[in-house]
């Protein structure tokens, strides 16, 4: 039960599909340890984008384990090890989880523009409820303050690509056909940039998917954001943001992360002011109906299970 939740958490997002993850399944409990050797040091020296993409793998993890009907309880000690789940007793699979769990696999990346259909409001909301349901919030983004956004989007992106270590970085992780089973492979990759209205990062590559057509005019812009900034608050908000990227995958939705704003440190306050200074915040997500009249975006490449998952005794 713990090594098929553990199994079902290699398909959680990370930051350019880096899965900087390891599990320990013991008899008694699962614990989950970050790989350093698979950070962007360059990108993510503090470490917010692993964290935050080792929470997400814990919440597959949960997932997993509701919809097989186990109460757990989990520690965060984001140390050595990162958490602990422990199963408690065996009870009524959650209908919720069972639904999710579909999405696991499903769930991905969309970089193309969106539809010209935008998410329907009660949907948004329970966007906004599954992030405070897993500890953190969600702010929807006023058209103004969209504006904005986008201006401290490309500032990021300047700074970011003036980086040579960075952009050095960025280039072990991104194109080709990743064999190996990790980072963004060329058939996730639009061929062109998408016309969107907050750009998207700027990977130095291009891949072999068409960009769609239109100018992403209906998509939804939101940030979340959380009242701590201590490693654990990180953790939290990578398990929000999966929540929120189950929901999106389940109502039909796609979403895309921007973690450049946040990765810089000027445009992280700037964002913050935005908020109104209200909370620290940890991502950017552009939410919208994928467009489905051209080809869609791949899922990207796996870690083989022997590597991210050990079993002991």
């Given at each position: 039960m713990l090594a098929q939740a553990a199994g079902a958490a290699r398909y959680a997002p990370s930051v350019h599909n880096t899965q900087p993850w390891r599990w320990v399944v013991y008899p008694d409990r699962l614990e989950l340890?970050?790989?350093?050797?698979?950070?962007?040091?360059?990108?993510?020296?503090?470490?917010?984008?692993?964290?935050?993409?080792?929470?997400?793998?814990?919440h597959h993890a949960r997932v997993a384990l509701d919809a097989d009907g186990w109460a757990h309880e989990v520690e965060r000690p984001a140390a050595e090890p990162l958490a602990i789940i422990r199963p408690l007793e065996r009870r009524t699979a959650d209908p919720a989880a069972v639904r999710l769990l579909d999405q696991l696999s499903r769930r991905?990346?969309?970089?193309?523009?969106?539809?010209?259909?935008?998410?329907?409001?009660?949907?948004?909301?329970?966007?906004?409820?599954?992030?405070?349901?897993?500890?953190?919030?969600?702010?929807?983004?006023?058209?103004?303050?969209?504006?904005?956004?986008?201006?401290?989007?490309?500032?990021?992106?300047?700074?970011?690509?003036?980086?040579?270590?960075?952009?050095?970085?960025?280039?072990?992780?991104?194109?080709?056909?990743?064999?190996?089973?990790?980072?963004?492979?060329?058939?996730?990759?639009?061929?062109e940039p998408a016309q969107t209205t907050v750009a998207g990062r700027d990977f130095g590559v291009t891949g072999t998917l068409p960009a769609g057509a239109g100018h992403d005019s209906a998509v939804t812009y939101a940030v979340l954001y959380?009242?701590?900034?201590?490693?654990?608050?990180?953790?939290?908000?990578?398990?929000?943001?999966?929540?929120?990227?189950?929901?999106?995958?389940?109502?039909?939705?796609?979403?895309?992360?921007?973690?450049?704003?946040?990765?810089?440190?000027?445009?992280?306050?700037?964002?913050?002011?935005?908020?109104?200074?209200?909370?620290?915040?940890?991502?950017?997500?552009?939410?919208?109906?994928?467009?489905?009249?051209?080809p869609a975006a791949e899922p990207t490449p796996r870690l083989p299970i022997e590597q991210v998952v050990e079993i002991r005794d």
């Open positions: 340890f970050a790989v350093t050797e698979r950070q962007l040091r360059f990108q993510d020296p503090d470490q917010h984008m692993l964290l935050m993409s080792c929470g997400a793998a814990l991905h990346t969309d970089r193309r523009t969106m539809s010209d259909e935008p998410v329907d409001v009660k949907v948004l909301d329970a966007f906004t409820a599954a992030a405070a349901q897993a500890g953190a919030d969600l702010c929807l983004l006023s058209r103004d303050q969209v504006i904005e956004l986008a201006v401290l989007v490309e500032q990021a992106q300047k700074a970011e690509t003036s980086d040579d270590l960075l952009q050095a970085e960025t280039s072990t992780w991104v194109g080709g056909d990743r064999a190996d089973g990790t980072g963004i492979p060329d058939a996730s990759l639009p061929a959380g009242s701590g900034d201590e490693p654990a608050d990180w953790l939290r908000a990578g398990e929000a943001l999966n929540a929120v990227w189950l929901a999106a995958t389940e109502h039909g939705a796609a979403l895309t992360p921007l973690s450049g704003p946040v990765e810089v440190g000027f445009t992280r306050q700037r964002l913050g002011h935005m908020l109104g200074g209200v909370g620290t915040p940890y991502l950017v997500m552009r939410l919208g109906i994928a467009d489905t009249t051209g």
